[in-house]
């Protein structure tokens, strides 16, 4: 998720969103280590991701 289409969430939507990545960044993870996935940047983006949610969203609060 690019961070244009993020700024264009609402607060609410952040909030979902970053529920949902983060559970499959966790399933992707353990999938990982037990046998490797077929695109490990995969998660190397998941963890990004996650991170411009969260940094959005703490913008918006201050």
Known sequence: M???EIKNLSAED???QLAQTTAEYQRIK????ISPV???MQIKNMRRTIARLNTEISSRQQ
């Open 30 to 33: 353990l999938a990982h280590k």
């Open 2 to 4: 690019k961070q244009a």
């Open 38 to 40: 077929e695109n490990p």
């Open 14 to 16: 952040l909030q979902a």
